[in-house]
């Protein structure tokens, strides 16, 4: 299907719907969120592709750290992180972030992360629709937890993270996110042409 890294795209992020701002009040977050096994993601720019991308997973984050200095690959520590819960861990209140890769990797470590069922249900039916070998987002397991944000506001004591897209697609480039836990980053990215909606995508720990 051609349009399915668009369509991908403006599943995620809610493109095709409004883009106003929820008014729900947060709520007080009661869980004590420390005793819980937590994460901290790691985000990674690279300036030769200028592409960003997170992860939690210690493990790769070694890798990029050594493929970085041995191999040159171009990706560094942005600097910005923000904490979540194992994936494995039972933490009331939270839910796994679906991760959906694309197909073919190019560049590399091209991902989507979400936690809305809506979304990663949409976004399952999108890769079942494009066949073996043609571009898609595949889907590779859940990266880590964290809490939902489904009436646009995070429980007090979190850390509302937004999602913003690079319109890849309509200028004929790779497609790529970025996850950001500051509004100042995000209108920052929307200054320089990404497209977001001001509202938590999701909800993360204090890192």
């Avoid at 999108?126 to 073996?132: F, K, T, V, Y």
């Avoid at 590779?140 to 993270?161: D, K």
């Avoid at 890849?168 to 790779?174: I, L, N, S």
Wanted: hydrophobic letters at 40%; proline letters at 8%; charged letters at 20%.
């Amino acid at each position: 299907m051609k349009n399915l890294y668009r369509n991908a795209a403006i599943v995620a992020l809610g493109l095709a719907g409004s883009s106003a701002l929820a008014t729900a009040t947060p709520v007080v977050f009661t869980n004590q969120v420390e005793k819980y096994p937590h994460l901290t993601a790691v985000e990674y720019y690279n300036p030769r592709l200028d592409r960003y991308f997170v992860t939690a997973d210690p493990g790769e984050q070694a890798v990029t750290d050594e493929e970085a200095w041995l191999l040159e690959t171009g990706w560094q520590r942005s600097g910005k992180s923000f904490g979540v819960w194992h994936a494995d861990a039972v933490v009331p209140g939270t839910a796994i972030a679906c991760r959906f890769a694309a197909d073919p990797i190019i560049p590399p470590r091209s991902f989507y992360d979400t936690m809305n069922e809506t979304e990663c249900a949409s976004l399952l039916q999108l890769e079942r629709d494009s066949p073996p070998g043609r571009r898609a987002w595949r889907y590779v397991g859940g990266s880590f937890r964290a809490i939902p944000a489904p009436n646009g506001a995070c429980p007090i004591g979190l850390v509302p993270v937004y999602a913003l897209y690079n319109l890849g697609f309509e200028r004929g480039v790779d497609l790529n996110f970025r996850y950001v836990s500051s509004l100042d980053d995000f209108n920052a990215m929307i200054d320089q042409g990404w497209v977001g909606v001001a509202r938590p995508h999701f909800c993360a720990r204090p890192d």
